[in-house]
């Protein structure tokens, strides 16, 4: 029962993001100008009477009624996500069972509905939007760790070859959260297609491009939706993104080449293996997203493999820490 809660939840996790990255593509993220509820009721207000007490309720508001239902089907997913993990860290004390990380996991779902929160009362501050972004990739990753110290101990091969490229794994896992991150800046801000031709930007670029604009923090708007930056910030905003995805394509595929040179294990090969595919796919997305103007399902697509890659460099920084110090020889179980 513990296995299949958190299988569950990760199955949530992953249509949480999903459904939130839809939802904010496309403009829904104050489709329900409060939290939790939509208007004040628990769903979207349809009935003539609900709409006629929302429309009091919130002078000047304008219902559109598929913003709102894109933000409310987010808002119920998220909730029986939070479910989820609440019994989870109930059945791990019951059980004694990764009490820790099923604290931690409960504790990073709270702060995640906080901003949830804040992104509606805060009208999609762009840091707080971020934030969001990143709690929930960060979830995703963590259920699936949890997943990994439910399953049955296992016996690792010893692979000094592999264990010796922790540093570097641990670097490849910076670069790629500093790139997200970038990612979720660069949405926040609305700064996706602020540059159109490859590989950089339109001519003359640098002459526009500004380090301080890029990461300014502007404060006391009454909304941020559709951004309030200049166009030079989000040109600024939108060339580190383009810049990072060059570093971290450089960087993490030669890790992932290393991982796969140096394994022995099956296990580790595919792993390194799929991050690489990852990694490929996701550059070809953030391509598509600059020639096509940022279709829809692409954008989606992209947020979504963005949250794959980082599990799974997590996990395999995870498994690289359990085969540290491991002195049996290898063995089938580890593959």
Not at 79 to 106: P, Y
Not at 125 to 133: A, D, E, I, N, Q
Not at 204 to 229: D, K, N, T
Not at 311 to 334: E, N
Request: net charge positive; proline share 4%.
């Amino acid at each position: 029962m513990f296995k299949i809660l958190i299988n569950i939840a990760i199955a949530l996790a992953l249509g949480t993001i999903v459904l939130g990255a839809y939802t904010r593509l496309t403009e829904a993220g104050l489709g329900c100008p409060d939290w939790p509820g939509c208007y004040g009721f628990i769903a979207v207000p349809e009935h003539p009477t609900q709409v006629a007490q929302a429309l009091e309720d919130f002078p000047g508001a304008q219902i559109v009624p598929h913003k709102a239902y894109n933000e409310m089907h987010h808002r119920y997913l998220a909730g029986l996500l939070g479910l989820s993990v609440a019994f989870i860290f109930l059945l791990s004390q019951w059980l004694k069972q990764c009490r820790v990380l099923a604290t931690f996991i409960l504790l990073l779902v709270m702060f995640q509905a906080a901003l949830g929160m804040w992104t509606v009362t805060l009208n999609l501050l762009p840091l707080v939007v971020m934030g969001h972004l990143l709690g929930g990739f960060s979830l995703l990753s963590t259920l699936v760790l949890l997943r990994m110290q439910a399953a049955k101990p296992m016996v690792f091969a010893a692979e000094p070859k592999l264990t010796s490229l922790y540093p570097f794994a641990w670097v490849a896992l910076l670069v790629l959260i500093m790139q997200i991150g970038l990612g979720g800046w660069t949405s926040a801000n609305y700064a996706a297609v602020a540059c159109h031709d490859l590989p950089v930007c339109e001519a003359g670029w640098p002459q526009h491009f500004s380090l301080s604009s890029a990461f300014s923090l502007p404060l006391g708007h009454a909304s941020y939706q559709f951004g309030v930056l200049s166009a030079d910030a989000r040109l600024s905003i939108h060339v580190l993104h383009r810049l990072g995805a060059f570093v971290t394509l450089t960087l993490l595929g030669s890790f992932a080449y290393l991982a796969w040179r140096r394994s022995q294990t099956k296990t580790m090969r595919r792993l390194a293996l799929g991050i690489a595919s990852l990694l490929a796919l996701q550059f070809c997305l953030g391509v598509i997203n600059i020639v096509a103007y940022l279709p829809l399902m692409n954008a989606v697509a992209h947020n979504f493999v963005a949250a794959n890659l980082l599990m799974l460099v997590v996990v395999f920084v995870y498994q690289i820490y359990q085969r540290r110090g491991s002195q049996s020889a290898p063995v089938s179980i580890a593959s």
